[in-house]
């Protein structure tokens, strides 16, 4: 019952973040832009050119949508931390980790509300253009891009259950955001060079990020196989075959409850300490 009360008053407060709402419009604005360029470019609509506009809408998810769930995630606790009114919350006759999973919970429908926008102004654009011949793959994205920012807003978390205040929590949360999407490729590759990986091993250290993993999801989902990944990408699907999906989504899951299970640890013995 507290954690709903909480959930209610995330969203709230949601609709009041102008975050949030920048995020949303940026986000609808970009993915717009893109399945309008890429579907003129094609000059129809058909498998191959859902495909060119698909993998240009996950370069955009990859580097917006992490952002989104970091940084939201991150100010939660913290910004309440700093202002004080989680200390007053704490002083109510309930748990912590009932503040914690009800603010996740209503943050994570009102994220979910910012995307599930960006991608029905997308999807109006795409029908208006050519109509939906690949809807399910589109939906099927839309659900892998759900997933990517409950892990997302699940390290947002574990960033504000940390920091006594907002300003360190956003810095580490940019921090983490660039540690993921702009080093985690170069970073695998420069690491796989020195010490002279396997491709199995290669695949192993990329899987320890994420945002690989949904990579690995989102490209299989799209274009049916994963060789324009390269030899990783083959050989994922020479190792999991048809469990490869099952495999990816699991680990999505298991990061998002992972992470939100290490928070909820963490915000129990910190609480409102400032």
């Excluded at 949601?14 to 832009?33: E, G, H, I, T």
Aim: aromatic share 10%.
């Amino acid at each position: 019952m507290n954690t709903m009360l909480f959930m209610h008053r995330e969203l709230r407060e949601a609709r009041r973040n102008r975050w949030l709402w920048l995020y949303a419009l940026v986000f609808a604005a970009l993915s717009s832009a893109l399945v309008w360029l890429g579907l003129s470019a094609v000059g129809h609509y058909g498998a191959a050119g859902f495909g060119r506009t698909g993998a240009s809408l996950i370069n955009l998810i990859l580097l917006i949508v992490p952002l989104m769930g970091l940084s939201l995630g991150a100010l939660s606790l913290a910004g309440e931390r700093e202002r004080g009114t989680l200390l007053f919350l704490l002083a109510q006759p309930v748990s912590a980790p009932e503040v914690l999973i009800g603010k996740y919970l209503g943050l994570s429908l009102a994220l979910i509300a910012a995307l599930s926008a960006g991608f029905g102004v997308s999807g109006l654009l795409i029908s208006w253009q050519g109509g939906f011949v690949q809807g399910d793959l589109y939906l099927a994205l839309w659900g892998l891009t759900v997933l990517l920012a409950l892990v997302s807003l699940a390290l947002g978390f574990l960033i504000s259950a940390l920091a006594r205040t907002g300003a360190p929590a956003m810095g580490t949360a940019l921090f983490v955001w660039l540690l993921l999407v702009f080093l985690s490729d170069l970073g695998v590759m420069g690491t796989a060079l020195v010490l002279r990986l396997s491709v199995g091993q290669l695949l192993g250290l990329a899987l320890l990020n994420p945002l690989q993993s949904f990579k690995l999801l989102a490209v299989l989902v799209i274009q049916g196989d994963l060789e324009i990944l390269g030899p990783a990408g083959l050989y994922a699907l020479r190792a999991f075959g048809d469990a490869l999906v099952p495999f990816l989504l699991a680990l999505l899951l298991g990061w998002t409850a992972m992470v939100l299970a290490l928070s909820v640890m963490i915000f129990r013995q910190r609480g409102a300490l400032e």
